[in-house]
């Protein structure tokens, strides 16, 4: 299944909320299903992002309609990035021959 990693920013009512942000993550899993997403892993930053979700899905648009749904809450801003593994990477290696 194809990997994303999905990067965020808090917005004003994110880092106003701050304390409820375990909880927000909690419930993005529990959404994330009913979009056929599998979240993998929810790990907070500091630096220039202050969020990553590490997620698999079948497809572009179960991500994007996951994210439009998280994005409509107000608490976070996301960049996405479709992450490929070592074989994936080989596999389109080959295509260039």
């Known amino acids: 299944m194809p ?3 999905l990067l965020g920013k808090y917005t004003d009512q994110g880092i106003k909320t701050i304390k409820e942000t375990t909880e927000r993550g909690e419930r993005f899993k529990e959404i ?5 997403v599998k979240v993998r892993e929810i790990l ?4 220039e992002y202050d969020v990553m979700n590490i997620v698999e899905a079948e497809d572009d648009q ?6 439009y749904k998280a994005g409509s809450w107000g608490y976070v801003r996301t960049t ?14 080959a295509k260039m021959d």
């Open 44 to 47: 907070w930053l500091m630096g």
């Open 80 to 93: 996405t990035l479709r992450a490929f593994t070592q074989e994936e990477m080989n596999s389109i290696f």
């Open 3 to 5: 990997t994303y990693l």
């Open 32 to 36: 994330a299903k009913d979009f056929g």
């Open 62 to 67: 179960s991500v994007a309609a996951l994210l």
